[in-house]
C-alpha cells in the first residue's frame, strides 16, 4: 500500500519518454529512463520528505504510460494537493486532487502497464566544471539557439561560459559571465571550474530539457569532456536530472 | 545441387553421348583404346536412355563403379569427353538433309555479304551454323499518282546516287506492288506500293530517313506536304526475315541434300560442326506441330563463380579473385547434369560424384574454364544473376589479368563476348540497369531476370526463390566468409566447392520447375520472336511479329509512325460500387471469359476495319449493316465488308489454345504436356496483351480508337448484365429472393442470389450466365466459374472469401487486395489477416479471431515476435527519390556503413522499424535486420501496431463487429504488458550502467547486500519460485537453440561443422541468432542467484 500526499502537483511533461516505471522505495519516488534513441537519461527523484505523509509497505514499481499520466495531471491545477494511492500489487494508480481553497475533491485512476524494462543509470562522477545560473535564462538561451542550428557548443572557462552555434542562415553566440545578485540569489551566475571544457550537444534535446525550467527557478549544469552533460533541476524535495551525450564529430 | 541428400548419386563424365548408329571416328588425341572401348558401350546406353525413358537405378551405379575407375586414372581424357559427340563419317551433304533446330536468328557477313546466321542444333546434338544468303532487307512507299513501270529504272539510279554507297550497288530491287495500309477500311481496295530491296540491311535506316525528310523526292512526283513521305514496313532485319521465310523462334528448319553448301574447315567462321551456306530460297521452315513441336537435345549450363572478396567490400574485379566456378551441364530431356565439375584455386579435397579441377593459379584456372566452355559447347548458358554479376566478373577479371585467349565465349570464332550496359524499361516491369554479354550462338537464360520478370516475391535472393518454388533452403555464406574459407584447408575449400555447385545446381533445378525453357520456347513459336528476345525485349514485339505475319498474307503494309504519347487517357473499365459487408449466403461470381479479346473479335474490331466517316459516305456505307459506332462514337466496318486483321490473329490464338488444351488432355509423355501447357499459356498471354498494345501510346502500332472502344464495350456489358440478372431474378418472377449485384469490376459480376445453400446458389449461377451469354454477340461469354462462401467485401478490389467451384469441399481461401497479398509489409501482417481470415470464413469464429488478434498484438508489444516476422521489404527502384522513404534512408546508411552488403539498384530492402528520438520520422528508423539482431536496438512495437496492424485489422473487422470492438481490439487491456530492450548503441550507452532489477517486483537493487543479486529483500520468500522459474527459462531456451542449430546442420547439410549460414530470408536464422542471445541473458540472469545463495 502507497499513500502518498504532495503539497504541490508538479507538472511532469516529458516528451522524451513514453513508457517508464516508478520505482517506489522508503526514500521516495524514482524515476529513471531513456529516450528511444538513447542520446539521453532523465532521472527524477521526488524525496520522501516532499510528501506528508508518505507511506510504503513495501518496494513496488509503477509502469505509467506517460502521456496517460499528463492527461490525467492535467486536470488538476497547480495549487491542488495531489495524494497518490495503490495497492502492494497494484493494477491501478489512483490520484486523488484536493483544491487548496475550496472544498473540490477530484478521483482519478489510471491502468498501471508492466513494464520490462532495463535498468540503466549514469554513475556519479566529479565534473570539471559546474554551472549554475537562471533556469529561464538556459532555457531562453536554448531556444534561441535552436533557431539556428541543430546542436550548441558550450564552452566553460575562466572568464564565463559561453554557448555557441552555427547554422545555414547565420551564428550565434551568448556569453554569460559570472555574477552575484545579492538581492535575488537565485538570478546569480556561478561557475565552478577545475578545468576549461568544450561540448557539443543536440539543441532539440536541451529545449526539452528546458520543459522543466517551471520546477525550479535554478538550473545547473555539470560538465566533464568526453562525458555526458548533467542537467538538473533541483526542488525543495527532490530533483529533476537530465543527461545527454555529447555530440562526437559530424554524426550524432 | 544437394550433394548431401545425394550421395550415392552418380554422375557421368563422359561428353560423348553417341546417338548415331554409325562407329565413331578414332580421335587423335585418344591414346587409350581399351578405355575408349568401354566408355562407347556406355555412351549409346546413355543415348537411348535419353531418348526414351530416365536411366535406372542399376545404370546409375554402374556408372558409378566406372566413375571411380576414372577418378583414379586421372583426368586426362577429360576435355575430349566434354565435347559434343562425333559428326557421322557417313555423314554426306548430298544426300542427307540437314534438319535442325534454329535457336538463335542473328544478322552476320559472309563472304563480304550480309547474311543471315541461324544457329541451331540437330536432333542427334550436332551443332549447326547455317548462312542464309541473298536475303534483301526493303522497305515500301506509296507510288505517286502517275508513278509507272517506266519510272522504276530512273527512281533506282536517283536512290543509288542519293545513297553514295561508293562501289558497291545499294539497291538491289526497285518494283511496284499491290498492297494495302493497315490502318483504316478504304473499300479493299488495292493501290501501288514501291518495294525497295537494299543489299546491305544497315542503308535502310538512312533511305528512310532520306525518303521521310522529302530527300527523295524524284522527279517532284510525291507531293510537297510538311511531313516528307511515308514510309511502309518499319521491321529490323531478323525479324523481316523470320517474317519472310515464315520462320518463328525456335522453330524447326530445314535444307534439302545438295541445297547447302559445307562451308570449307578453313574458312569456317564459327566453331559449330555443321557449318552450311543457303540460298534463302532452298530454306524451308517447319511450322512447329506435329513432329516438329519437339525440342532438339539442347546442351545447357548451369554456373557460378565465387570470388575471395576483402572485409566489408563486394568483390571488385580489379582486385579480388575469382576462385572457384562451378558447372553442371545437362542435355534436355535428361533430369540429371552429365558434366558435373569445380575448377579450384588451390587444393580442394574431392568431392562425391564431382570432377574437381585444380589449379595453381587464378589464371590458369580461367583459362581452363574457357576452354571447358568451348569443349563442352553449351546451347543454353544459365545461372542465378549471371548477367549482371557472373559475365561482367569474369570478363573483367581476365582483361585485369590480361588473359587473351578467355573471353571467347561465342560460337563465332573470332568475336569476343563483351560487356555492355543496357537498360530496359516497360510498363509492365519498371525500369531495370542491366549488364549485357553478347555469347552469339549461345542463348543466355538469367534466372533472376526471369523469376524478377514472371513472379512476384518478397526476395529475390536464389535462397528465398528456391524456398518458394522447390520448398527447399541452403546456406547462405555471407561473402566475407568466402574468403576465410579459401584461406583455410583443402577441406575448407571443399566446403565452399560443396556450395559453389549447389549454386550451379540450384538455378538448374528452379528451370526445370518453373519450366522456362519449355515456356520460353512455346511463346517464341507461338509469337514467331527469337528466343532471347523474350527476356530483352517487352510485350510489343510478339503482337508485331504476329501482326506482320498476318499483313504479309493479306498484302497490308504498316506505316511507320513516328511515337506521339497522348496526355488524355481514355476511360477504363468499369467498377460497380461495392456494397460492402460480410455476408454469410453464397455469392455467385459471373465472368466473361477472354473479355477483352472476344469484344475484338465480336465486334470486328481492327486496324483494318476502322472507318472515318467520310469514307462512309464516300462509299455508301450503312449504319448497323455494314458498319457499327461503337460506345465511344468510333466506326467499324462489319465482318462482311471486310473481316479485322486483329480478330483474325485472336481467332487463330484463341483456336490454337483450345487444340492445344484439347491435346494437353490426350497426351500422356510428360515432356509433351509440359510443352502443351507451355504452349496454351503463350497463348493465353498473347491474346490478352493484344489490347494493351493498341491502348499504348508510346508504342509503334498505337490505336486508342481501338482501345477505347474495348473498354467501352466492357463498361457497357457489365452494366448490362447486372441490370438483365437483377431484373430476371425477382420474387416477382417466382423466385425465392430478389437477386443483388453485390459488386462487380471490369469482367465479373458477384450476384446474391438469396437462397442459404450452395446447390441451388450454383444452380442459379449456371443458368444466369447461360441466359447473359444469349444477350451478347458470339463469341462473349459469360461464364459461371465459383461462389463465394461466406464472403466479405471490404472495399473496391479488396475481398476475402472461400472459393466453392464443387458441392462438396471449398477449394481454397481467396482473398484480393487485402493485405495477405501485398508486398509492402511485414510477415506479421500477412500471417496474421490469413489467419483472422480463416478463423472468421472457414471456422466462422467471430470470437477466436478476436482472442488471437488480442494475443498477437501482446505478443508484440512484449517483444516475443520473431524478427523475421517484422521484416518489411521494398525494391530499391531509382535512386532520386522526391520523398524520403524507409527503404532508401536505410540503403544509404548501410552504404556508409558496409559498402559491400549494401543493397544497389532493383534489389530488395529488408529493414525494421526501431525505435527512434521523439518526433523522429518513420524514415529515420529504418535499419537493417541484422544490425537490429546483433545490438539489440528495439523495435518500435507501436508503430507495428498503428501503422502495419491497425488498418488492415480495423478493415476486416468492421463489417464483422462493432466499432467499439475494434478499438477495443487495438487498444485493450492486453497492450499495457510492454518489454523494451535495451541497446547496445546510442549516445548514452557508452557512460551507462545497468542496475539490476529485483526478478519478483522489478525494484532496482541498490542497497549493497541486494547488488549482484536476484531478488529484493521483499521478494526473498519467493526465491525458491523465481529460481526455478529461471532454470526451466534457461533450459527451455537452450533447447530451443539446440534444434535451431540443428535444423541449420542439417539445411547445410553437415553435422560436423560450425553453421555459417546468415541468410536474411530464413526465418529460422533470426530465431537462431535471437535464441543465442537469450541463452546467453538468461544465463547471465541465472548467475545472480549465485549471489543471492551466499548470503
Same mark, same amino acid.
Given at each position: ?39 539521453? @537519461? ?52 489512483? @490520484? ?15 491502468? @498501471? ?34 533557431? @539556428? ?104 | ?6 550421395? %550415392? ?255 570449307? %574447315? ?29 525440342? *532438339? ?169 528456391? *524456398? ?25 575449400? %571443399? ?55 498476318? *499483313? ?65 459516305? %464516300? ?15 468510333? !466506326? ?186 501485398? !508486398? ?66 536505410? *540503403? ?204
Amino acid at each position: 500500500m502507497l499513500e502518498a500526499r504532495l503539497e504541490q502537483a508538479g507538472v511532469l511533461k516529458k516528451d522524451l519518454v513514453q513508457d517508464c516505471n516508478f520505482d517506489c522505495n522508503d526514500s521516495g519516488i524514482a524515476l529513471q529512463a531513456m529516450d528511444n534513441s538513447h542520446v539521453a @537519461l532523465v532521472s527524477m527523484l521526488l524525496k520522501a520528505e516532499g510528501f506528508s505523509p508518505y507511506r510504503l509497505d513495501r518496494n513496488v514499481a509503477l509502469g505509467i504510460n506517460l502521456t496517460s499520466l499528463t492527461k490525467i495531471l492535467r486536470c488538476a491545477q497547480n495549487e491542488d494537493i495531489l495524494t497518490l494511492k495503490t495497492e502492494d500489487t497494484p493494477d491501478t494508480l489512483s @490520484l486523488v486532487f484536493e483544491g487548496a481553497e475550496n472544498d473540490r475533491i477530484s478521483e482519478y485512476e489510471i491502468k @498501471l502497464m508492466d513494464i520490462d524494462q532495463e535498468h540503466l543509470g549514469i554513475p556519479e562522477t566529479e565534473y570539471a566544471a559546474a554551472i549554475s545560473m537562471p533556469s529561464a535564462e538556459f532555457q531562453r538561451i536554448c531556444r534561441d539557439l535552436s533557431q @539556428l542550428s541543430e546542436s550548441v557548443a558550450i564552452e566553460a572557462s575562466k572568464e564565463g561560459v559561453k554557448f555557441s552555434c552555427s547554422g545555414d542562415i547565420g551564428s550565434g553566440a551568448v556569453t554569460l559571465r559570472q555574477h552575484n545578485n545579492v538581492d535575488k540569489p537565485e538570478l546569480s551566475t556561478k561557475i565552478e571550474l577545475t578545468e576549461p571544457v568544450a561540448l557539443t550537444f543536440s539543441l532539440k534535446y536541451l529545449v526539452n530539457f528546458c520543459k522543466a525550467s517551471a520546477l525550479s527557478s535554478t538550473v545547473t549544469l555539470s560538465l566533464s569532456n568526453e562525458v555526458p552533460l548533467l542537467v538538473e533541476y533541483a526542488m525543495g524535495s527532490g530533483f529533476v536530472r537530465f543527461y545527454l551525450a555529447p555530440k562526437i564529430g559530424e554524426e550524432e | 545441387m544437394a550433394p548431401v541428400s545425394k550421395k %550415392r548419386r552418380m554422375i557421368v563424365f563422359d561428353r560423348n553421348g553417341k546417338r548415331q548408329k554409325d562407329e565413331p571416328s578414332e580421335s587423335d588425341e585418344d591414346s587409350n583404346s581399351h578405355k575408349k572401348v568401354k566408355s562407347e558401350t556406355r555412351e549409346q546406353r546413355l543415348a537411348r536412355g535419353s531418348q526414351h525413358a530416365p536411366s535406372s537405378f542399376e545404370e546409375d551405379l554402374g556408372r558409378l563403379t566406372e566413375e571411380v575407375n576414372e577418378l583414379k586414372t586421372g583426368g586426362q581424357e577429360q576435355h575430349q569427353k566434354w565435347s559434343r559427340p562425333d559428326l557421322p563419317e557417313s555423314w554426306d551433304p548430298k544426300e542427307e538433309n540437314l534438319i535442325f533446330q534454329q535457336i538463335e536468328c542473328d544478322e552476320g557477313t559472309f563472304d563480304r555479304k550480309t547474311t543471315i546466321q541461324l544457329f541451331g542444333v540437330t536432333e542427334a546434338g550436332h551443332s549447326v551454323l547455317l548462312h542464309v544468303t541473298d536475303f534483301y532487307h526493303y522497305l515500301y512507299v506509296a507510288a505517286p499518282i502517275g508513278f509507272t513501270r517506266q519510272h522504276l529504272a530512273g527512281f533506282r539510279t536517283f536512290l543509288e546516287n542519293k545513297l553514295q554507297t561508293g562501289l558497291e550497288p545499294a539497291i538491289a530491287c526497285v518494283q511496284i506492288l499491290l498492297r494495302q495500309n493497315l490502318y483504316g477500311y478504304t473499300g479493299n481496295q488495292l493501290s501501288p506500293y514501291i518495294k525497295i530491296d537494299v543489299t546491305d540491311p544497315k542503308l535502310i535506316p538512312r533511305l528512310r530517313n532520306l525518303i521521310e525528310h522529302g530527300d527523295a523526292n524524284y522527279e517532284n512526283m510525291w507531293p510537297a506536304g510538311d511531313g516528307g513521305t511515308k514510309t511502309y514496313d518499319a521491321l529490323q532485319f531478323v525479324m523481316r526475315f523470320m517474317v519472310d521465310t515464315k520462320i518463328s523462334g525456335m522453330s524447326w528448319v530445314e535444307v534439302p541434300a545438295g541445297e547447302y553448301h559445307l562451308v570449307d %574447315r578453313r574458312e569456317k567462321l564459327s566453331s559449330c560442326q555443321i557449318e552450311a551456306k543457303v540460298h534463302v530460297k532452298d530454306l524451308i521452315a517447319h511450322p512447329s506441330e506435329g513432329e516438329y513441336q519437339k525440342i *532438339a537435345p539442347l546442351r545447357i549450363l548451369s554456373f557460378d563463380i565465387e570470388c575471395a572478396g576483402r572485409k566489408g567490400i563486394f568483390p571488385e574485379a580489379h582486385h579480388d579473385p575469382v576462385i572457384q566456378i562451378a558447372n553442371m551441364v545437362t542435355r534436355y530431356g535428361e533430369s540429371k547434369p552429365f558434366i558435373k565439375n569445380v575448377f579450384t584455386l588451390g587444393t580442394c579435397a574431392s568431392i562425391v560424384n564431382t570432377q574437381v579441377l585444380q589449379y595453381v593459379s587464378e589464371g590458369k584456372m580461367l583459362l581452363g574454364w574457357s576452354e571447358f566452355l568451348r569443349q563442352a559447347d553449351p546451347d543454353v548458358i544459365i545461372g542465378y544473376n549471371i548477367a549482371n554479376f557472373d559475365f561482367p566478373y569474369l570478363l573483367d577479371r581476365a582483361k585485369h589479368l590480361k588473359l587473351v585467349g578467355f573471353p571467347y565465349w561465342t560460337r563465332l570464332k573470332n568475336v569476343k563476348s563483351e560487356p555492355k550496359d543496357s537498360s530496359f524499361s516497360s510498363k509492365q516491369m519498371g525500369n531495370r540497369d542491366t549488364k549485357a554479354t553478347n555469347t552469339d550462338g549461345r542463348l543466355q537464360l538469367d534466372l533472376l531476370q526471369l523469376v524478377q520478370r514472371d513472379h512476384q516475391l518478397r526476395s529475390y535472393t536464389l535462397n528465398s526463390v528456391s *524456398a518458394h518454388f522447390l520448398g527447399e533452403q541452403k546456406e547462405d555464406v555471407h561473402h566475407s566468409m568466402i574468403t576465410e574459407l579459401h584461406n583455410g584447408t583443402a577441406d575448407s575449400r %571443399r566446403r565452399l566447392a560443396v556450395y559453389c555447385l549447389k549454386d550451379a545446381y540450384l538455378p538448374q533445378r528452379l528451370m526445370d520447375k518453373l519450366m522456362c525453357l519449355i515456356n520460353y520456347t512455346e511463346m517464341a513459336r507461338v509469337t514467331g520472336v527469337p528466343f532471347n528476345y523474350l527476356l530483352s525485349r517487352g510485350q510489343q514485339i510478339k503482337f508485331i511479329s504476329q501482326l506482320y505475319r498476318k *499483313a504479309k498474307e493479306q498484302s497490308l503494309v504498316v506505316p511507320n509512325l513516328p511515337p506521339q504519347p497522348s496526355e488524355d487517357p481514355y476511360a477504363g473499365a468499369t467498377v460497380i460500387d461495392p456494397k460492402k459487408g460480410y455476408y454469410d449466403v453464397p455469392i455467385a461470381t459471373l465472368d466473361f471469359a477472354s473479355l477483352y479479346p472476344s469484344i475484338m473479335q465480336a465486334h470486328n474490331l481492327c486496324y483494318t476495319t476502322l472507318v472515318r466517316p467520310e469514307t462512309c459516305e %464516300r462509299l455508301g456505307l450503312q449504319k448497323d449493316i455494314d458498319y457499327e459506332i461503337t460506345p465511344t462514337g468510333d !466506326r467499324f466496318v462489319k465482318a462482311h465488308r471486310r473481316k479485322g486483321m486483329v480478330p483474325l490473329i485472336l481467332e487463330a490464338l484463341l483456336g490454337a489454345r483450345k487444340k492445344a488444351k484439347a491435346d494437353l488432355k490426350n497426351a500422356t509423355d510428360p515432356f509433351e504436356k509440359a510443352v502443351l501447357n507451355g504452349r496454351q499459356l503463350a497463348l493465353k498471354i498473347s491474346a490478352n496483351s493484344v489490347y494493351g498494345i493498341t491502348g499504348a501510346t508510346v508504342g509503334k502500332l498505337p490505336c486508342l480508337e481501338i482501345a477505347s472502344s474495348v473498354t467501352g464495350y466492357g463498361r457497357g456489358m457489365i452494366m448490362q448484365t447486372k441490370a438483365e440478372v437483377e431484373s430476371r431474378y425477382t420474387i416477382a418472377n417466382g423466385y425465392t429472393h430478389d437477386a443483388m449485384v453485390i459488386y462487380g469490376d471490369t469482367d465479373s459480376i458477384m450476384v446474391k442470389f438469396g437462397p442459404k445453400d450452395l446447390p441451388t446458389a450454383m444452380e442459379l449461377g449456371k443458368e444466369a450466365a447461360e441466359f447473359v451469354s444469349q444477350k451478347f454477340p458470339t463469341p462473349i461469354k459469360l461464364e459461371f466459374e465459383k461462389v463465394y462462401f461466406p464472403y466479405l467485401l471490404i472495399n473496391k478490389k479488396r475481398y476475402a472469401g472461400l472459393y466453392w467451384t464443387n458441392t462438396e469441399k471449398h477449394d481454397k481461401m481467396d482473398s484480393k487486395g487485402i493485405e495477405t497479398v501485398r !508486398r509492402d509489409n511485414c510477415m506479421l501482417v500477412q500471417v496474421c489477416i490469413e489467419t483472422v481470415l480463416r478463423k472468421l470464413l472457414i471456422d466462422q469464429d467471430v470470437e477466436g479471431a478476436q482472442t488471437y488478434v488480442k494475443d498477437l498484438i501482446s505478443d508484440l508489444l512484449q517483444n516475443r515476435i520473431d524478427m523475421s516476422q517484422l521484416v518489411i521489404t521494398k525494391a530499391l527502384t531509382k535512386n532520386d527519390y522526391t520523398a524520403k522513404q524507409a527503404h532508401v534512408e536505410l *540503403a544509404e546508411r548501410m552504404r556508409k556503413r558496409d559498402a559491400g552488403s549494401a543493397p544497389t539498384l532493383g534489389d530488395r530492402v529488408a529493414y525494421v522499424i526501431v525505435k527512434g528520438a521523439g518526433g523522429a520520422k518513420n524514415y529515420e528508423k529504418s535499419e537493417d535486420p541484422i544490425f537490429v539482431l546483433e545490438n539489440s536496438v528495439p523495435i518500435d512495437t507501436k508503430y507495428y501496431l498503428e501503422n502495419q496492424l491497425a488498418k488492415p485489422l480495423g478493415r476486416i473487422f468492421e463489417p464483422v463487429i462493432t466499432d467499439a470492438g475494434v478499438k477495443k481490439l487495438l487498444n485493450g487491456d492486453h497492450t499495457r504488458t510492454i518489454s523494451v530492450s535495451a541497446p547496445m548503441v546510442g549516445g548514452l550507452m557508452k557512460f551507462a550502467k545497468k542496475t539490476e532489477t529485483c526478478m519478483g517486483c522489478k525494484i532496482p537493487l541498490t542497497k549493497k547486500e541486494e547488488v549482484g543479486g536476484a531478488v529484493c529483500s521483499d521478494c526473498k520468500s519467493r526465491f525458491g519460485e523465481l529460481y526455478q522459474k529461471t532454470v526451466t527459462k534457461v533450459s527451455e531456451l537452450e533447447v530451443k537453440f539446440g534444434r535451431l542449430w540443428t535444423q541449420c546442420q542439417r539445411c547445410q547439410g553437415s553435422l560436423h561443422c560450425e553453421v555459417i549460414c546468415s541468410s536474411r530470408d530464413c526465418p529460422i536464422f533470426y530465431m537462431r541468432m535471437k535464441a543465442k542471445k537469450d541463452v546467453v541473458d538468461a544465463g547471465k540472469d541465472l548467475r545472480r542467484f549465485d549471489v543471492d545463495i551466499s548470503w
